[in-house]
């Protein structure tokens, strides 16, 4: 089966620098990459996500760029604000259809500081 | 709409005891998840279900059963409760439609305690 991997487990940036998270994926077949953000206490919720016909995709501060040889992805956040503090996780699908279910991988605790 | 519900939001259980979690969603989507989150460990999926009266196994679901008798509600049982099974539970529901979005729309979470 599918296996995500993300490192580091924490990362810490100062308030307006940039933020990198990136994860590596084993299945090759997969095909939608989605990053979820989950704040203290609350639910997962979807930031962005990329299918592996696109190389890179832009929402604002955020952005998501896809390895496809490496199988890698990584998320980008511009700008860091303090509430962009939050796990993200990403996850990688390598079904789709009728058996569409995603691997999430362990998280990344991002913190960024005033 | 309310979206995805969990009922219980707590629980605490004793060692042996058994309970039944459910979710309800009023998206209308064909898919339906559980999850359980534990510090460190990500979410992982326990059982899930890709339309009414069908469900299937994720990565962790000894101890689990599942039952989607109605497409909007999908129940998550545990028979004989054990402290291992202490955890977050999240239910997750999507609905991939025409534009082929696997997005995934997560319930509030249930807390359980098993003593």
């Known amino acids: 089966g599918e296996n995500v991997e993300q490192h580091p487990s924490t990362l810490s940036v100062q308030e307006g620098d940039s933020a990198v998270i990136k994860c590596t994926y084993s299945d090759s077949a997969s095909n939608y990459f989605p990053w979820y953000k989950q704040e203290l206490g609350k639910r997962p919720q979807l930031i962005i996500d990329?299918?592996?016909?696109?190389g890179e995709k832009k929402d604002q501060r955020i952005a998501v760029t896809l390895n496809k040889t490496a199988k890698h992805f990584s998320l980008h956040i511009t700008e860091t604000q303090p509430e962009d503090s939050a796990v993200y996780f990403c996850a990688a699908s390598s079904d789709t259809g009728a058996n569409s279910k995603l691997t999430f991988g362990k998280g990344i605790t991002l913190s960024v500081r005033p | 709409n309310a979206g995805v519900t969990q009922t219980p939001k707590f629980r605490v259980l004793k060692t042996g005891q058994s309970m039944t979690l459910l979710c309800a969603q009023d998206m209308n989507h064909e898919y339906m998840y559980w999850y359980r989150q534990d510090p460190g460990m990500g979410l992982r999926l326990i059982h899930y279900s890709v339309g009414e009266g069908t469900t299937a196994k994720g990565e962790v679901p000894d101890g689990y059963n599942v039952s989607r008798l109605k497409k909007q509600n999908f129940l998550l049982g545990l028979e004989s409760a054990a402290p291992s099974q202490t955890s977050v539970y999240f239910c997750a529901s999507s609905y991939p439609g025409l534009a082929l979005t696997y997005e995934q729309y997560f319930g509030p979470g249930t807390r359980l305690t098993v003593t």
């Open positions: 990329i299918r592996s016909n696109v």
